[in-house]
């Protein structure tokens, strides 16, 4: 199995962009890119809007080569509805586009789907769902919190599996609620991508308990798991300290390897939302 992080924080943007390839499919999660528009009180800089466009462009590329594509739920850094031409004769799997949404994302859901559709090869519900093909199954969770409440909506988590077991958590926010730790503890994947705890937000939508929750819940996750890799990216890598919240969670399994998907390819960190300030003031990022 491939496993390919296409875009990511870690990589200067907001997505979890990824690509996943098996003996018998080509799958592509979350094709959507986006940037803060307000952090530390500014706008995006130059940098970050190019690094946007240069990101989308490898998205494009990658989902052209993919059988596949999965929506797990509908923020703007997860999927796009301008560009819905990428889903040309593709089968598209994605989060049911009425239920277990909040009112904002009912409202993307139902102008993505009409854009989309004339496009597609198919287009399929996939809450609870498993798809079959040939050796390969793609296994969805039932809708699981953005976080701790509704507020934010529901995401469906994602396992891609042919001899390795590959987890795609999607927003869950590290994970802070048990339905989704639960859903990854029952897939018992080798290698997990996850979005990690936002705790660039402690203070402002998030206690210092609630972080303690979620690096918590992983360390559950890696106990009872047969992982050998934890990609941990999107909202932890909006913070420059994000290294200290995690470095506990390889104490838990020896051999156990925790990066960001910028590290998980060999490439240092480029947290360009983090280092706005910076940017303004024409220091060194």
Known sequence: MKVLPVAFDSFGVRSMATFIETSDIRVFIDPGVSVSPDRYSLPPHRIELDRHREMWEAITRWVGMSDIVIVTHYHFDHHNPDHPEIFKDKDVLLKHPREFLNQSQKERAANFLSRIEPYAKSVNIADGKTFNFGNSRVVFSEP??????????YVIQVLVE??????????????????????IID???NTMIVDGPATYLIGSHYKKTDIDRAIGNLN??????RLANVIIDHHLLRDLNWLEYVSSLTKTKQGLSVRSAAGFLGKAEDLLEAKRKDMYNGQPY
Do not use: K, W, Y
């Open 144 to 153: 699981v919190l953005h976080g701790l409440t509704p507020q934010l909506g």
């Open 220 to 225: 559950e996750i890696i106990g009872r798991c």
């Open 187 to 189: 897939m018992s994947p």
């Open 162 to 183: 042919d001899d390795q077991r590959f987890l795609f958590t999607s927003d869950v926010h590290g994970p802070l609620n048990e339905g989704a730790r639960d859903f």
